[in-house]
């Protein structure tokens, strides 16, 4: 069974950096491509930036609004998904999900993890 | 890109059919068959409804289904339960990116 957990959320005051992390089991994350979306609150669905898998060499594509600021990576030891997350905004503040990626969109989804950007 | 576009909010009374437009682009919806959908209750992860336009997950309900024509894809809802009652989205491949929709309420009478 496919499952995804997301954590590291936190409150960051603006200009912070924070790290979220997300725990794949059921399948191998090298050999998928992976996803990161983000719902503000009361909004709708923005998508952040996808990873390749490994197997078609692993390119990282983002969204404009965090193209340069935010990472996409893993670790394949711990079978993890990681979103880092730096010069940040007010306007990031959000939900974060991981899902995998399949069929030219996200697929499966975790829970989310939720950054505030606040002074 | 521009968010696709969708109507702010649906309804219908149990038992009736509901249709959701989401209108894109020739560059997105209109270019490839990598249209999905999802339905988000109130504070919990969007799920999967259907993929590839028409598709449908493993455990979705039958009464669940989606169609596309030209740079619209629409997801019919027939039959609608109460348990529906939520936000959906639509989403298309374009390119290395994904664009959603704005979402859709929709509201079971």
């Known amino acids: 069974e496919v499952q995804l957990v997301e954590s590291g959320g936190a409150l960051v005051k603006p200009g912070g950096s924070l790290r979220l992390s997300c725990a794949a089991s059921?399948?191998?994350?090298?050999?998928?491509?992976m996803t990161w979306v983000r719902q503000a609150p009361g909004k709708g669905l923005e998508w952040v930036g996808r990873?390749?898998?490994?197997?078609?060499?692993?390119?990282?594509h983002y969204a404009a609004p965090v193209r340069d600021r935010f990472t996409i990576s893993g670790d394949n030891s711990k079978n993890t998904l990681y979103l880092q997350m730096n010069s940040l905004k007010a306007e990031d503040t959000a939900v974060y999900y991981c899902?995998?990626?399949?069929?030219?969109?996200?697929?499966?989804w975790g829970q989310g993890t939720l950054v505030t950007v606040s002074s | 890109q521009s968010a696709l576009t969708q109507p702010p909010s649906a309804s219908g009374s149990p038992g009736q059919s509901v249709t959701i437009s989401c209108t894109g682009t020739?560059?997105?919806?209109?270019?490839?068959?990598?249209v999905s959908w999802y339905q988000q209750h109130p504070g919990k992860a969007p799920k999967l409804m259907i993929y590839?336009?028409?598709e449908r997950p493993s455990g979705v309900p039958d009464r669940f289904s989606g169609s596309k024509s030209g740079n619209t894809a629409s997801l019919t809802v027939s039959g609608v339960q109460t348990e529906d009652e939520a936000d959906y989205y639509c989403?298309?491949?374009?390119?290395?990116?994904?664009?959603f929709g704005g979402g859709t309420r929709l509201t079971v009478l």
């Open positions: 899902t995998t990626y399949d069929y030219g969109g996200p697929f499966y």
């Open positions: 059921g399948f191998t994350v090298s050999n998928v491509y």
């Open positions: 990873i390749e898998s490994k197997t078609v060499g692993g390119r990282i």
């Open positions: 020739s560059s997105d919806v209109g270019a490839y068959n990598h």
């Open positions: 590839e336009v028409s």
């Open positions: 989403s298309s491949y374009a390119g290395n990116s994904v664009i």
